[in-house]
């Protein structure tokens, strides 16, 4: 599928875009970016210490922002791709309802007003963890990565990875071992999570000569490092309660999903290569999102009821 | 003479443009009623407690 214009030419000189509020939203990719707000939410309540409310509800705003931006810039390059994949010919620019250029000028005026504002609002180290985040996402994954090699989403999953930390220094204004714990939660996260989708989308991947692990290595070797690499998420799941920064409840939440995560990975390892409906790849890529929103949610209601009733679980 | 040539849009493009406005006068003054509360509580939180101390005196 071409990418269709959207604008109409109303003479040589002048185009009118017709594109409404809703399509520069879908540009803030909404799903990942209310997965980004959850985690940050969970680093800035498990810290230690204090911030006003409003100031934390800014600096939420400004992750979410950022994260959106990233998402519109992302969007922007990936166009030509993205009017081929089935899961995102429907973007605002494959579908022709946004030119690249708004969704380009769109991404760096909220990238910079997010930045500036968490900056001067809140404080500059959170301003330069969510400007790396962006241009980590932009730059390095999008633009570097994502077309060159297999481990794209590995090294690229620290995008994602940030925002707890940047939560966490929102409020301490520094990067301790417990925001690092909460960062390798979700980079050690995602190669599994998006293998596992990568192996029964391998083929849109492959049209548009993204070079993800199925279409390189094989379904085989790919696999065999999902299980790895949820065999080594396992102990940084747990850690938080071992580092005395998550509760009981956490500990037996998170190790009991964990194991759960580890028999789908299993599932997954022991499925056939060859298997055309890959279920045992799609229910690993379900559960690792619920597992994921499980294991942050805990984090903060237990941040919540420890604030507020003074109640630890 | 010049002769300025007008667009004229399409009920379409009047709707989205308008849609648009609306949008961008909205997130601007979220914007700046953001900085301004801001401001107060980060810079001086007891700034409101005393406006709000001195006006009902």
Redesign the interface.
Known sequence: MAIADNT?K??ED?V??????RD?FDLLKPRVMSLVVFTAIAGLLVAPGSI?P??GI?AI?CIAIGAGASGALNMWYDADIDAVMSRTENRPIPSGRLTGHEALTFGLVLSF?SVF?IG??VNWLSAALLAFTIFFYAVVYTMWLKRSTPQNIVIGGAAGAFPPMIGWAAVTGTISPESIVLFAIIFIWTPPHFWALALFKAKDYGDVGVPMMPNVAGNRSTQNQILIYSIVLAPIAVAPYFMGFAGITYGVVSGLFTAAFLWFAFKCWKMPSQDVAMVPAKKLFAFSILYLFVLFGVLIVQAVLNIIFNIAI | MKIV?R????P??KK??R??N??IGTMLAV?VL??Y???W??FD?SAIYDLMRNQTK
Do not use: W
């Open positions: 109409k109303v003479d002048y009118v875009s017709t594109a409404m509020p520069y006003d409003f100031i800014v705003v007003l504002t001067i609002l | 040539k667009i004229v849009l399409t379409e493009q989205a443009q849609s648009r609306v949008a914007f953001t900085f509360v801001a401001t509580f980060k939180p």
